[in-house]
C-alpha cells in the first residue's frame, strides 16, 4: 500500500464530504479540505477554490549539495 503524504502542501487533501440529501433524493455534499494529520474536514467558504487554515508558506532552507553546486557549474547556458 502506498503512503499517504502527510507532510508539505499535501497535509490538505481536497475531498468532497456527505453532508446529508436533497429534497430529491440526491447526495449532498461539501467541498473541503481534509487534514491529513488531525483528521478534521475544513470547509471554506469557496470550497475547493477557498484556502484551508495554516497552510505551509512552503518557504523551507534549500537542499544544496555539493554534486548539485560542481554539476550547475557545467551547465552549458545559452549565449
Known amino acids: 500500500m502506498p503512503r499517504i503524504e502527510k507532510s508539505g502542501y499535501r497535509r490538505y487533501w481536497e475531498l468532497k464530504e456527505h453532508v446529508g440529501f436533497n429534497p430529491d433524493g440526491s447526495k449532498k455534499s461539501v467541498e473541503g479540505f481534509r487534514d491529513m494529520l488531525t483528521g478534521q474536514f475544513?470547509?471554506?467558504?469557496?470550497?475547493?477554490?477557498?484556502?484551508?487554515?495554516?497552510?505551509?508558506?512552503?518557504?523551507?532552507?534549500?537542499i544544496i549539495t555539493d554534486k548539485y553546486k560542481h554539476n550547475y557549474d557545467n551547465i552549458l547556458w545559452e549565449r
Do not use: I, Q, T, V
Open 42 to 62: 475544513h470547509a471554506p467558504k469557496g470550497g475547493w477554490s477557498g484556502r484551508p487554515p495554516e497552510l505551509p508558506s512552503g518557504d523551507r532552507e534549500p
